[in-house]
């Protein structure tokens, strides 16, 4: 399911607005770094509960708030079958709250991710 988020979210790349870049620039970079921690972390298995090991949990959750978050924010016929971005219509009480939230889970995610990189 992850990776066909991950895949889903390569078409952002076309036409895509700059929240929509962001968001998918946040992802890959969040993936690549959490690889690199997981890795240079092995003790982190479920249960373990250092500190880096609960952080790098909460970043991971925090991954996958911003996947579903852009999932809403571009769902739609296109996207749902691998297209482009369907974003709601500016203007709308659906575009402002999708983007909204799309930002706030940048938002997290930066935070978390800026918390992990502080325990090392």
Known sequence: MKKLNLLLLATLLVACTPLERSAY????AAKAFLDT???AHP????????????DIARAVAAKDLLIDAITVYCA?????NGGACNAPAKG???YVQAT????A?????NQVSKDLKAVK
Do not use: H, M
């Open 25 to 28: 620039n946040t992802v890959v």
């Open 37 to 39: 921690e997981r890795a």
């Open 43 to 54: 003790e982190c298995v479920p249960g373990v509960l250092s500190t880096t090991c609960v």
């Open 76 to 80: 739609g016929p296109d996207f749902g």
């Open 92 to 94: 709308t009480a659906a």
């Open 100 to 103: 909204t939230k799309l930002q």
């Open 105 to 109: 889970a940048i938002a997290n995610y």
